[in-house]
Structure formats: C-alpha cells, structure tokens
C-alpha cells in the first residue's frame, strides 16, 4: 500500500497539522535524533504495510498522533510519553524490537511501550466492561501510571474520531468502556477535563436525543459558560482581597453529562438545578477563626449577589457524618443564572479532597484503598503544575497489587486472587463441584497442573474428571479460605462414607458371632486402641488397617477386663446411695450431695458450664469412674441424659463451699473512655470476688468484654450482672459457658 493511498485527504491534512503542532510543542524536549530515529521507523513502517486500518477503518497513525496531541494539551509536553505513544503500534505488530526502542530511545520508553503491549494482549479477553477488576488487572500490567495516562488520552482520541461511524456496536461499547473505565480512571487522577470529555461524548453517543435536548437548552458552549464564569468570581476576588482574606478560587461548569445525572437520580428538571454553575472559595485561615471567616466571606459574596436563602446548607455548623465540612449557598448572577458558591478553609477542603469525604467518592465512584491513596498522590504532583512533575511521577512506584493477582475466565469474566492462587483455588472459586474433580487446566491454551500458581493476565479453563476426589495433600497448595474449606468439607464426605462402610462392616461381623454391641463399652474400647473418633476407628476397619478377623477376640478380651474393674464404678455408686437428702420429696432417688465435708469420692466440676454454688446441678458417672457435675441447663446434660439415662444422678449443694468459683461473663456496652476501667474497679470492690482474666474487642463504636471472675455463688453473681448492668454505657451483661 503506498503512502498516497493509505491516508485520503483530510488525514493528509490532520497528519501534517498534528506533526507541525507537535514539533512546535515538543521542541525543547526532542533531540534531532529522536525526529531522525521517528521519521525513519514510521516511514519504514508505512512502507512496509505495518500500518494498517483496523476493522473499524480507523488509521493508526491519525489515531497515534492525535493521542500524541491530546497529551501535551491535558498532561504535559513529555518526550517519553510521546515517543512511547509512537512507537507502540509498530513495536506490537513486530516492526520493531524493544531492543531497538531501548537502544534509539532509551530503557524508560522500552518500559512504558512493554506495559502498553501487555494491555494490548489481555485487552480483548475482557467482556464485562463494568468489573472492577478489569480496572485493578489493567493498573498491575501497567506497571506505570504514565502508561495508564496514555490509555485515558488515546481513549479521549478515539472517541472524537468515532462520531457519525457506521458501526453503531462498535460506537456503543467503546462508549460504555469510556464511561465506565476511563472516565474513573482518569478522575481519580486528577484529569477532570479528559473526564468530563469522556463522559459528555459517551452521553452523547448512548443517549444521543438526551444528550442534544440538554446541550440545546444550555443554548451556548462550555467555553461562554467558562467566560461567564470567570466574570462572575472577578468582582468576589476583587472584595475578598480588599478585606484582606486569604484565599484561592476555583471554578467549574457543570457538565452536560453530570446534569443529565442530576435530572435522573433527583427526578428533577433542568430549571430546578442550581448548580449548573459553581465556584469554591477556599480560605486560608487559622482553625480558631475558620467559622468566622467563611460566615465573613458569605456575607460579602451577598453583598454582591443575590442569595437563594433556601438553598443555603450550612455543614460547617454541623458537618456530615463523614466529616466533610463546607458552607454552600446559590446566588444569582447576570442574566438570572444561578450560581453554587462553596465556601470551606484550607484544611477542610484537604479533608473532602483526601479523606472520608474525598471528591470521587462523595460523587459515587467506589473507593480501592491502596489505589486511591496513590493516585491522591498523583494527582497532587500533577495539579501543582511544576516543570518537573512527569520527572517525579516517572519515579513513583507502582507496585499496588503485588499480593493479588487477577485472571480471566474463559468468558471474560475477571477474579481477582491473593499472590501465589493456584488453578485449583481458581476451580473452588468457579464452583465446589467444579474444584473436586479438577484434574488441571488449560491456561492461556497450555495444559498445567493443578498447582500451577497464576498470574495476572491468565486465561484459566478447568479441566476435570468424574473420577477425581479431593485429597488430603491439596490443602498444602491451596491458600483461598474458600477453597481449604470446601475441600475440608469434601474430605469429611468421603471419610464419611468410608466410616459408614467399615461401622456395617463391623456390626455385621458382631451379629453373625450373636454379640451385642454395647455402644458406651465400644467408644472406650476404640478409644483403647488409640483413635480419637469413632469416624477415624471405622474409617481405618473399611481400608483394612485393622483386622477384622481379630477384632471381635479383642473387644470380648477389652469386656472383660472392664467386668473386673467395675469394683470401681460401684464404689462410686454406693457411696452416692448413702448421701440422701431429707429436705427432697423423691426419697427413692438417690443423690450426690456436694459440699466441703465430701471424702472418699472423685467428683469434678464440668467445664463446659462451669456450676457455681447455688446452681441447680445434676452428676454424671464417667467412664473412669469419676463424677462430673454439671449444671442442669448445660447443653450437654441432655445429650447425656439421651444416650446414658443410667449414669446421670441427682444432686444438690450441701451448705457453704467456703471456695470461688470461675465464672465467664460478657459484657456489651459503648466505646467509651473510661468504661472498662469502670467495670474492673466495680468488680474488685466486690467482697469476695475477684478478677482473674480480661479480653476486650471493639467494632464500630461497640466494645464486647470477656470477664472471667472467682466468685463464691449464685446470688452474689446475680448481684453483680445487675450492678454491672446499671452502670453507664454498659448495654448487655450475660453469663457464658467459656
């Protein structure tokens, strides 16, 4: 294709307008080299056919140019950048190498073209234009924020280039791409006129009647609007420095895009908006004197212009919950418009800027942590407009997402992973049944192991198999929650299944002999043989791990030894049948009574209700002989009274124990200062009571304490909930069993 015949001629005329502009915009910053170098590739380019209309039909050089242009008019006049913006269509079709970038231009242009190509190759993989983490993947194999600058310019060009095209799919999704990826992108970084562009032009061609309704109304262009105005703050500048206050403006006129979005979401029509036009005041001025001198301020913009009193929001007085504190009122310019005036000081503009109450985020757009903060600070070097300001970005590192990683799934769909995910965390997180039987997956087209750990940029297909089950070792690879657990939950299935198996196995070997298993005598034996479970016992009968043949011998020989030890059980129990209580109605029954006059018997008090003189309390018989006591509304004497009704005994205290008891409580009260140190001072003034343990956690605005005290009874304990309970702040008190 010869050069004539590869530009008609308006893009002759735009090519040699756009390289005449940025030689004279570049000219200080280029060498003669860098043009000689330039002129060479692309003209060999050309020549060689590498330049090519895309299936759009749009030219790559127009394109690359006007890109070119766009970042010396909204960014800066930087030679990196702009060589980069050049050289990258020829380095990604090949023409060129980066070896050869880097040796006629050097290793930073070779960087910013390599992270450019890599979003080039994984760009098409994507078909949820909405997704964050498309957003997130793009800033990681960026590597560099000039390289996602570039993007948001070169999106700005092609969308001035694609007004009127034939291909209306192809206008509306590079449309929905614009509003919903670049036009965030390049707000968080401070380019607000590349943004307000992006979202006019993506209103504009979406909802073309909406958009030509408004600017109709409007009745003149965003430079009158600009005009009007810059004559409106010139007098308010004019009084604010003839009193002597310090400050800076800054103005704005609302975009056709945000007023269409104000009309929608406040049901509104475009008479009732009133900020059409806005200006901020910013003061600078010492905290003691910040209301006053932005009432001050107001007062004189009064004295200018007409105020709306109804529209007038004081969040100085009383600041938003997220701390944003400004004072806005509307007044009434020439020819009857409406103006918005915000009125703040310097540290309350640092706080809606940077803080909670950021701009970006007070406007909707979602906040990303890290990223955010970031490119706060970008923004910051690039609004402060030094020469040097591309210099300090180029040095600031970008290494947000070093602990994530972000991968496509077959459909375009992006999942973002902790650093060092594997295909099978990938599988887990498709689905459980899809990770149990992963056998590998295809990545990027290759066939990898289910170990193989991701990368950004992955495209991951999961391969499996019906005969796959999930193994014990997968839990050393993993390192999603979601995966360990699901394949935890997989594992005590099958070991499930295996115990079900090897427990009919045992019980059918039992009956041929006509045995009968004795449940309790069983556990004790299992647990003779050293397993923990039951699970795990009948788990190790069904893989053979035990003898079958020989275990019916073993539990017979077990029984036995248990008959000539139950000299023990019944010494615990007569001992019971002598302690009867007179006071008790039921004087068949017998009963344990507890008190410190008890001998000869091993009782323990249960942990796992902790009783306390006082409560009611019942006794269980052990295996080992000895008596745990239990309080009577534990959660676990109804089991035990479910499984072994004939091991459970009556009981009851038996005068003063002259002892302390632990006993957990809870309390959930306000994060106040001071209100712990409150509950631990009441609780040691308590006779006989006594601090032993204190844990304290607290979440919006709520502190939950675990206090674990010694305490001689029931209704000292009581006593105590209530006192606790009246004092101030304090919002719940409960006894807990741990």
Known sequence: MTETAFFNAHERAMLFQSINKLWNNLRDEITIDDVRYLQSIIASGVKAGIYRRDKYGINPVIRTLRTAELLHDNIAPDRNMTIAILVYHLCRLEHVSENEISRMFGDDVTKMVHGLIKISKIYKKQSVVEDDNFRKLLVTLAQDIRVVMIMIVDRRGL????????????????????????????????????????????????????????????NETKAERDKYIDEFTTPIKDVLEREHIKCHIKGRTKSINSIWHKMRTKKVDMNDIYDLFAIRIIIDTPPEYEKRDCWYAYSLVGDIYQANPSRLRDWITMPKSNGYESLHGTFKGKGDKWVEVQIRTERMDQVAEMGLAAHWRYKGVKADGGIDRWMNNVREVLEEGSKDRMDLIRNMHMNLYDEEVFVFTPRGDVFQFPKGATVLDFAFRVHSRVGCTCMGAKVDGKNQKINYKLRSGDTVEIITSSNQVPRIDWLNFVVTSKA????????????????????????????????????????????????????????????????????VEDYLDFVAKQQESSKIHETAENFVLQHKSDSDNHANDDILVIGNNVKGINYKLSRCCNPI??????????????????????????????????????????????????????????????????????????????????????????????????????????????????????????????
């Not at 206008?171 to 562009?197: C, F, M, N, W």
């Not at 045992?506 to 923990?532: L, Q």
């Not at 200062?673 to 631990?680: K, M, Q």
Request: proline share 1%; with cysteine.
């Open 159 to 218: 969308m001035s280039y694609i007004n009127n095209h034939e291909d209306k799919k192809f206008v509306h999704d590079i449309s929905l791409e614009s509003r919903y990826l670049y036009a965030p992108l390049a707000h968080k970084l401070g380019l607000y006129q590349l943004k307000t562009e992006l979202e006019d032009l993506s209103l504009k061609y979406l909802q073309r009647d909406v958009y030509n309704k408004i600017a109709l109304r409007l």
């Open 484 to 551: 360990r657990n699901k394949i935890r939950l997989a594992l005590n299935e099958v070991q499930s299944k295996h115990a079900e198996m090897g427990r009919e196995l045992v019980h059918r070997r039992f009956k041929n002999r006509k045995i009968e298993i004795d449940e309790a005598t069983m556990s004790r034996f299992i647990s003779k043989k050293g397993y923990k479970t039951m699970t795990d016992f009948y788990v190790a009968i069904d893989e053979e791990k035990i003898d079958i043949a020989t275990l």
């Open 613 to 738: 003189y006082g409560d009611a309390i019942v006794g269980f018989i052990a295996s080992d002989g000895a008596i745990k006591v239990h309080r009577r509304d534990c959660g676990n004497v109804k089991h035990l009274l479910a499984k072994y009704p004939y091991r459970i005994i009556r009981s009851q205290w038996s005068g003063k124990m002259g002892k302390q008891f632990a006993v957990t409580l809870k309390v959930v009260g306000n994060d106040d200062i001071g209100i712990v140190a409150n509950i631990t001072s009441l609780i040691n003034k308590e006779g006989e009571t006594m601090l032993r343990n204190v844990s304290i956690n607290s979440s919006g605005g709520l502190f939950e304490g675990r206090l674990v005290i010694g305490i001689n009874s029931l209704d000292n304990l009581d006593s105590l909930i209530k006192k606790i309970k009246n004092l101030k702040g304090v919002k719940d008190v409960q006894r807990v069993s741990y």
